[in-house]
Structure formats: C-alpha cells, structure tokens
C-alpha cells in the first residue's frame, strides 16, 4: 500500500466477493472443483466469518488458468500447484528486483549529490601542485632596451 487510506468499499481483483456457486459458473467448473483444489492448495479463496469461501476476481482467473492446464496441456494437478508457487516466487522477486532497482537509483543520486557538494565546496584560492620535473635546458632573459 502506497500509505493512502483505502475507501473499505472500493472493489479490487483481490477482493474476495464471489459465493462458490457464483466463482463455478464464471470458471466453468463445478463448485465440487472448488472444494477440491481449495483442499489441495491451489486456489486458495478468502473466508467469511462463518467459514464461507469468497472468491476473488483474481481467484477466477486463477481456476481458468488451473482448468487450462490440466484439460488442455494435460497436467496434474501436483505439477499444477508447483507451477503455481513457482510464478507467483517469480512475481515476488520481480517486485523485490524493482524494489532493490529503486533504491539503488536513490541511492546512485544521494552519492551524485552529495559529490557535487563536495566539489562546490573546494576553495577556489588554491592552486592545484604539479610536480616540476628538473629540465637542462637554460633559459636567458635579458630586460628590454629602451628606445632613444
């Protein structure tokens, strides 16, 4: 959550609003599937007080997708639920990489910053030293004549 309050009534793909008899016939499966894959761990629905499961548009989408796998590329449902773990360990490292990005691209401007002070403060009376290496070479000067 970004810090906002969140208006309580304010529906989202995680808000879990669907009856089990409602989240069967928008997957397309029978509410008896349901139970099953929630026994078994792979759509996990929200509950109610009394123990109800409330289905979640995400939810939905969720059972297509289980459903997709098992009918038409013929997966069990063991291979299904690892499938599963293993997108949603990649989604949760995807949002950490972004994260680590961001502060890293925070810190990378706090240092730029932070250097350009350093240098706005250096003392603009100073001379840099160079080192003179000694040379042979002789060099003559003569005071200009005055003209008549």
Do not use: C, F
Not at 100 to 120: D, K, P, T
């Amino acid at each position: 959550m970004d810090g906002r309050r969140r208006n309580p009534y304010e529906l989202t793909d995680e808000s879990p609003v669907y009856v089990i008899s409602v989240a069967a016939q928008l997957s397309g499966l029978h509410p008896q599937t349901l139970r099953q894959y929630d026994r078994l761990g792979l759509v996990s629905p929200g509950r109610t007080a009394g123990r109800g499961r409330r289905y979640s548009a995400r939810d939905i989408e969720l059972l297509r997708a289980v459903q997709q796998l098992s009918q038409d590329e013929g997966i069990n449902l063991a291979g299904i639920k690892r499938i599963i773990e293993l997108e949603n360990q990649v989604a949760a490292l995807q949002a950490r990489v972004a994260e680590l990005s961001s502060a890293v691209e925070g810190a990378a401007a706090a240092m730029q910053q932070r250097e350009a002070q350093v240098h706005a403060s250096y003392r603009r009376d100073l001379v840099p030293y160079q080192d003179v290496q000694q040379a042979s070479a002789l060099v003559v000067w003569r005071p200009k004549r005055p003209k008549d």
